[in-house]
């Protein structure tokens, strides 16, 4: 739905103007890139899928550096405990409840105008995955779960697009780029392992420190200038992993394996089926019900609220409430992230009482 869609302000094909040669000067001096580099980066596209702790550095990267369009997709809002990792926000966003996506745009178009920049509020599924990655050069692993990566898998090897998967959590973070054809897939490392390949605790339960997210962001979107600049014979190829507090390192190869139920047997389950729950996990306490997909006018629904629950706060994006021990935020589109449980029978029936069947 985005392709073709080209901003006044990208670069005629063969001509970095004298403006743009010198705002990014010291990328087109490392030889590496080079102004022909430089060039393919003003006309490069990236989606980037979650924009937690990891994809905020990651579009920050992205947006500096130039790359034409930038897409990211985010479900959740900013709070308080993400200020300590997550670069793109500040307390005035955690105050105001907004969706990481809208933050993250408005940050991000005034870092660098020069940018075609795009925050979509939406829970990437099976229903829209196509829709919201399709048409970027390369996409970029912002999620915090494996449901979504093995959809981005699915859907990156389906379409024969590089997709650069990345992880932390405590001190400890990794990385490794796929390219359909070329590379393993995700579910050539992981097959068989589906909790999630060692990283089966979440940020959630154990913690994370700024410097891994951020650390695990640098070297995925160093794969990713490679891949859009056009310097492909520099891709290391490697699952590369790290820990910050013990200072050990790690890179190996990868094998593809032979029997690869996606990027050998093309068997593009998590992308096709209709598997996909609708209501799911969201962190330690917290619920996602995401079972209806028709709009919601936030304004009625307020007034509606007001009088039964405590509270109630509003935004263009977002309605929040209090129905004590639960706290409950509704997004325009119907999405409700209900806090304060983990039983998805209760977070249902929150949701039907307040907003409806
Ligand atoms: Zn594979």
Known sequence: ?????????????????DALRQKYSRQILFAGIGEAGQERLLRASAVVAGCGAIGAAIANLLVRAGVGRVRVIDRDFVEPS????????EEADARDALPKAVAAERRLAAVNSHVHVEGIVADINTQNGEELLGGFDVILDGTDNFETRFLINDF????????????????????????????????????GERGGGG?????????????IVNLVASMAT??????????????????????????????VRVARNADCAVCVRGEFTHLDGDAQPHITMCGRDSVQIHERS???DLEALKRRLSPA????????????????????????????????????AVARSIYARFIGA
């Open 309 to 344: 629950v405590d509270d109630v706060r509003q935004n263009d994006f977002l309605l929040r409430f209090r129905v004590a021990p639960y706290e409950m935020t509704v997004f325009a589109d119907g999405r409700a992230i209900v806090k304060g449980t983990q039983d998805p």
């Open 294 to 296: 028709r709009a919601l």
């Open 1 to 17: 739905m985005m392709t073709g869609e080209r901003s006044k302000n990208f670069a005629s094909e063969n001509d970095v103007d």
């Open 222 to 251: 160093a794969e990713a200038l490679k891949l859009l600049s056009g310097r492909t014979e520099a891709l290391h190829g490697r699952l590369v992993s790290c820990d910050v507090w013990s200072g050990k390192f790690q890179s």
């Open 156 to 191: 990156a090897v389906k379409q024969s697009v590089p997709w650069i998967y990345a992880a932390a959590v405590g001190s400890y973070g990794l990385t490794m780029t796929v390219r359909p054809g070329v590379t393993a897939c995700l579910s050539c490392l992981l097959a």
């Open 82 to 89: 993400n200020l300590q990792r997550q670069t793109l926000f």
């Open 199 to 211: 990283m089966d605790e979440t940020c959630d339960t154990i913690g994370v420190l700024g410097p």
